[in-house]
Structures are given as C-alpha cells and as structure tokens.
Nanobody, 125 residues
Framework: QVRLVESGGGLVQAGGSLRLSCAASGRTFSNYAMGWFRQAPGKEREFVAFINWNAGNGYYANSVKGRFGISRDNAKNTVYLQMNSRKPEDTAVYYC??????????????????WGQGTQVTVSS
C-alpha cells in the first residue's frame, strides 16, 4: 500500500502561482512513477503531469505545458506540482497518484493504483 496526502491547495488570482505537494508513505516511494490529475465539477478526471521514478523528464497535458512543472524528491517521499500563470479554467480538485513503472500509459487514470484524497485549487479571474 502507498498512502498519498496532497497539500497546498487554495484560492489564487489568475496569473498567480501555487505549489502543490504530495507526501507518500508506505511502500518504497522511489519504486513508483507519479502523476497529477485534476477534476473540475461535472467533468471527468484528467491528466495534468507525470514524472517517472528517477525524476527524469516531466510530461504534461497540452493545457498546462509551459505553465506547470512537476518534480519529486525521493529522499523526502514527496512529489510537487508548481503551477504558474494560473487561469480560471485550472480550477479543480487536484489529485496525485502512483503507478508501477511497468504500466505504460501515464495519461490514463486506470494505470494508477494509488490516489490521494485531493486538494481544491480555485483560480479567481
């Protein structure tokens, strides 16, 4: 089991920045690739960003590319999502998730075995 707890959500004005954190406990954190997803009211959960186990390149949804940055610190069992140049359409509950490295499709919700409870991010215009 991997337990994930997100933090750092809140209210931010459009154009502002926010950093989300996701702390992991349980099984060895560095064994898992990590993703961030978000879900707006009435919409399906969607992929935001992904980073593999060794903190190589990040991969991003087109809607956030160039504005968001994903990183991880395996010594601290934590993954981060730096969100810059926020837009009102970024308003959603943000979730971190862990998947085994062998699962190939990082954009798919179904590939991830463990999820946090989510943190609300609201961007005001």
């Amino acid at each position: 089991q991997v337990r994930l707890v997100e933090s750092g959500g809140g209210l931010v004005q459009a154009g502002g920045s926010l950093r989300l954190s996701c702390a992991a406990s349980g099984r060895t954190f560095s064994n898992y690739a990590m993703g961030w997803f978000r879900q707006a009211p009435g919409k399906e959960r969607e992929f935001v960003a992904f980073i593999n186990w060794n903190a190589g390149n990040g991969y991003y949804a087109n809607s956030v590319k160039g504005r968001f940055g994903i990183s991880r610190d395996n010594a601290k069992n934590t993954v981060y999502l730096q969100m810059n140049s926020r837009k009102p359409e970024d308003t959603a509950v943000y979730y971190c998730a862990a998947k085994e490295d062998s699962k190939p499709y990082y954009q798919l919700v179904s590939q991830y075995a463990y999820w946090g409870q989510g943190t609300q991010v609201t961007v005001s215009s």
